[in-house]
């Protein structure tokens, strides 16, 4: 199993509520959301 290190993002929160209405839409909470998109982002490298 690959261990999993946490990481601190600052955002402002217009890009917040942009990134709460995306994963709203797809059915996920917040955290779920932009763990899936940086993990898609770093496999399609």
Known sequence: ???KKR????????TLA????KA???GR???NYMENVLKENAYAF
């Open 24 to 26: 709203e839409s797809e």
């Open 1 to 3: 199993m690959i261990p």
């Open 18 to 21: 942009i990134l709460q209405y």
């Open 7 to 14: 990481k601190e993002i600052i955002l402002d929160e217009e």
């Open 29 to 31: 909470n917040l955290k």
